[in-house]
């Protein structure tokens, strides 16, 4: 990953984190990631009345990644308008695992904070099957 994808997946979750539905937590989350071809999808966190029922940014971005015929992720980039930043949950980073176990994770604020893992990293014994 260069400077200038890292900033084109700065952009895409900053707006998509703009997108976000977010009544309960009042918590605005962007993400975008990155596939093996080089596109870039993002998504925003949607909540649900049903809190369980809520749906993450890094999840929606990769789904939506995924629907639209990526087969891997090599980067994933989260933004949080806070002063410091925020890494993915554990169920995001079990996702993230599915289709990026070598992706380089980032997490950027409204802050100076930034920080960045190896997925590998965040999840060091992530739950998998073997791909046939």
């Known amino acids: 990953m260069n400077k200038a994808s890292w900033s084109r997946l700065e952009q895409a979750a900053k707006a998509a984190s703009a997108r976000a539905y977010c009544p309960y937590s ?18 925003c966190n ?8 809520t749906s993450c ?4 971005a990769i789904f939506r990644a995924i629907a639209d015929g990526a087969t891997s992720i090599v980067a994933v980039l989260v933004y949080t308008p806070t002063p410091a930043p925020v890494t993915p949950c554990g169920a995001c980073r079990q996702v993230i695992a599915e289709f990026g176990g070598d992706a380089r994770v980032r997490a950027i604020c409204d802050g100076s904070d930034m920080l960045e893992y190896a997925l590998r990293d965040l999840l060091p014994d992530g739950f998998m099957l ?3």
């Open 26 to 43: 009042r918590f605005p989350v962007g993400c975008a990631v990155m596939s093996g071809d080089g596109t870039i999808a993002s998504g």
């Open 46 to 53: 949607v909540e649900n009345a049903s809190f369980g029922l």
């Open 57 to 60: 940014a890094e999840r929606n």
């Open 130 to 132: 073997a791909r046939e």
